[in-house]
């Protein structure tokens, strides 16, 4: 199947997990009986972010209901939310599925992002206090690299980038980013041997954080702005066609 949606395409045959939705009881405790669509919206956009729910994997509403324990309504609310965001897709004779984007998603998730982070990057000032987020998920990915974990390593640079923007202090620029990170692991399914193409930016991620733990915010702003240019590239050039 190929089905485009604006540049969203999905050429999935279907989810690889005999059923990829039963890992979602786990996040019934965010869900509380007062929850709003919004609130079922950020669980699945995270799900997606973490990498557990797949491009294409189809999102039915009652197995869904069942396992986030909330209404059929506020279902149906949430996953119109997260097409309108271009995460998930409407496919004909498949419902709602994961989406997997196409190439100018990825020019336009990374033009975003040299906004994004390198601003937040130069609202930050120096010392652990700011930092720590960022070395933990250096060390992360560092850790995940040496088990030889090419999920773990990507898993590790979705929390840098994240914690990235969250120096900036702004709850929208912190929803925003969930967004971006969201499309972007989705991107990164579409990689061949996605887990390796992380590898080189560990030291990119390293050589930011650094720059900032030494108190030039500009100087790790620059420096990433190169990285996430390089990235794009880099991307770019590894993805299938449409």
């Known amino acids: 199947m190929n089905v485009l949606y604006g540049d ?38 995270s799900e997606v972010a973490e990498g557990r729910l797949r491009s294409g994997t189809r999102l039915p509403e009652q197995p869904l209901c069942d396992a986030l324990a909330v209404s059929r309504n506020t ?10 965001e271009r995460v998930l897709a409407r496919v004909p004779h498949r419902g709602v599925v994961v989406a997997t984007p196409g190439v100018s998603t ?36 560092e850790r995940a690299a040496a088990a030889d974990d090419g999920d773990g390593v990507g898993t590790a640079n979705q929390h840098f980038h994240r ?11 912190d929803q925003q980013m969930a967004l971006l990170l969201a499309e972007m692991r989705l991107v990164f399914h579409r ?23 030494a108190g030039d915010p500009p100087g790790a702003a620059d420096l990433l702005t190169d990285y996430l240019h390089r ?12």
């Open 75 to 84: 279902v149906r609310e949430a996953l119109g939310q997260l097409v309108a």
């Open 191 to 213: 990689v061949s041997g996605a887990g390796d193409f992380h590898l080189p930016y560990l030291s990119g991620n390293e050589a930011v954080c650094a720059r900032l733990e």
């Open 106 to 141: 990825v020019r336009d998730v990374y033009q975003a992002r040299r906004v994004l982070e390198p601003g937040a990057l130069r609202l930050a000032g120096p010392g652990p206090a700011v930092t720590g987020a960022l070395r933990a998920a250096v060390t992360e990915g």
């Open 231 to 242: 990235a794009e590239a880099d991307l770019l050039a590894a993805l299938p066609p449409d």
């Open 163 to 173: 914690a990235v923007v969250a120096l900036a202090g702004s709850p929208r620029l």
């Open 8 to 45: 969203v395409v999905d050429t999935s045959p279907g989810p690889v997990d005999a059923d990829p939705l039963v890992g979602l009881a786990a996040a019934r405790g965010r869900i509380t009986a007062a929850s709003t669509a919004d609130r079922v919206a950020d669980v699945l956009r």
